[in-house]
């Protein structure tokens, strides 16, 4: 656990978790990944911060092959 400031807060907070939610989406016709994060506070009440990362499929294939590549060596 750690206290962070969370943007849509004043002071800090009591954070239990820190999780990465991914979602999949079509953007103007382009399916696309979200990366969020988002903290279970003390209270155990969730907050969904601000979209980390918006990636097309071809970046998010490409980000699998170095992942791949990475955990190989």
């Known amino acids: 656990m750690d206290n962070s400031a969370l943007p849509s807060e004043i002071g800090k907070v009591l954070i ?3 999780k990465l939610f991914l979602t999949s989406a079509w953007i103007a ?3 696309c990944v979200s990366l969020q994060r988002y903290v279970t506070k003390q209270d155990f009440s969730r907050q969904f911060l601000p979209s980390v990362c918006l990636l097309t499929e071809t970046e998010w294939n ?3 092959c170095i992942r ?3 955990s190989e060596s």
């Open 29 to 31: 016709n382009v399916p």
């Open 62 to 64: 490409q980000l699998q």
């Open 16 to 18: 239990v978790r820190d």
């Open 68 to 70: 791949k590549k990475i």
